[in-house]
């Protein structure tokens, strides 16, 4: 603020006038627009703050997103794991079914084959035909 040097050439008048200026241009306190000292006095963050403290929040949110989608990676993998196990001893039981499905085959096969060696496996028009050739073998 200016100050006036007072001399020889201000009047009282003036100086009055330029005390009650200076007086008028302070504000007084209003009930309506109060504001506690604390409110007042508070700092307010710069432009860089706000930008920095947005960008640790983004920050903090991302990392969260990562634990979770590497929680979910893990997950994923074991299940995977689980999978791979199911399908190997479904591949087994396989296997081991076709096994004994050729292994019955082959008994099939030499089971026909001995029945057949033996006589046992002839159709019942076969057994009728031997029958009547044995009974007139007889008859003879």
């Not at 001399?7 to 008028?24: F, L």
């Not at 706000?50 to 893990?74: A, G, V, W």
């Not at 196990?85 to 001995?114: R, V």
Request: hydrophobic share 30%; proline share 4%; glycine share 2%.
């Amino acid at each position: 603020m200016k100050r006036l040097a007072v001399g020889p050439m201000t009047t009282p008048k003036y100086n009055e006038w330029w005390v009650r200026r200076i007086n008028d241009n302070i504000p007084d306190p209003s009930q309506e627009n109060s504001q506690s000292i604390e409110e007042h006095l508070r700092v307010v963050p710069s432009e860089l703050e706000i930008i920095r403290q947005d960008f640790e929040t983004r920050n903090t949110e991302l990392e969260k997103k990562i634990e979770q989608m590497e929680e979910e990676k893990i997950n994923l993998r074991l299940d995977m794991d689980v999978q791979k196990l199911e399908a190997e001893k479904l591949k087994k039981g396989k296997n081991k079914a076709e096994e004994d499905l050729d292994s019955l085959k082959t008994d099939y096969k030499k089971l026909h084959l001995s029945m057949r060696t033996a006589g046992l496996g002839k159709t019942s028009e076969q057994w009728r035909e031997e029958i009547r050739e044995e009974k007139n073998k007889a008859d003879r």
